[in-house]
C-alpha cells in the first residue's frame, strides 16, 4: 500500500503499479467460495463432472476471482494521507476474459486511471485493473473500480 499526500494527487494518476503477488485458486479456495455463495455449479465444485466441459476441469467462479481485487489491493493501493478507511465504491465496468482453472495463479496489476476529490470532505480513486493467469496470453479478467476514501 502507497500512502500519498494530497497534494501529490496530480502526479499520481496515471501511475502503472507493480503486479500483486500470484495467488493459487486452490479447489479448497473454490469449494470454500461456492458454500459462502451458495453458488455449487458443477463447473466450479464437480472435478470429475467438470472434465467433460470445454474447461477439461473445475474453474473458479468469476466473483471469486473479482473478489481477489480485495486482497490484491493491499500491495497495490493508494491510501491518501489522513484519509479515515478506504470504502469499495463500485465499478464502471467488469469484464470476465478467460475461466481460471482450478490450481492455477492469478495476480492484479492496476492503473491509477484517477484521483478525484469529491463534496464532503472524500477522495474517489479509480483503477484500472487487470487479473492475470499465469502463463496466459489472455487475462482472467479486466474491470474499472473505484474506492472511496472519507478524510479525518
Known amino acids: 500500500m502507497q500512502i500519498i499526500k494530497r497534494e501529490d494527487i496530480p502526479e499520481t494518476i496515471g501511475k502503472q503499479c507493480e503486479p500483486t503477488k500470484w495467488f493459487t485458486m486452490t479447489q479448497e479456495r ?6 459462502t455463495t451458495e453458488d455449487h ?17 473445475t474453474i473458479a467462479h468469476g466473483f471469486l476471482s473479482l473478489s481477489m481485487l480485495s486482497a490484491m489491493a493491499e500491495e ?16 464502471n465496468k467488469i469484464r470476465f476474459l478467460s475461466p481460471v ?3 492455477t495463479n492469478i495476480r492484479g496489476s492496476a492503473i491509477i486511471a484517477d484521483i478525484v476529490e469529491k463534496p464532503n470532505n472524500q477522495i474517489l480513486i479509480t483503477y484500472d485493473m487487470t487479473v492475470e493467469i499465469e502463463g496466459s496470453d489472455k487475462p482472467a479478467l479486466v474491470a474499472q473500480w473505484m474506492c472511496m476514501f ?3
Open 30 to 35: 473454490i469449494n470454500q467460495f461456492a458454500d
Open 41 to 57: 455449479q458443477f463447473i466450479h465444485v464437480d472435478q470429475e463432472a467438470a472434465k467433460n466441459t470445454p474447461f477439461g476441469g
Open 76 to 91: 497495490f493501493g493508494v491510501f491518501v494521507e489522513g484519509a479515515l478507511m478506504g470504502i469499495n465504491y463500485g465499478f
Open 101 to 103: 482453472p482450478s490450481g
Open 150 to 152: 472519507p478524510m479525518g
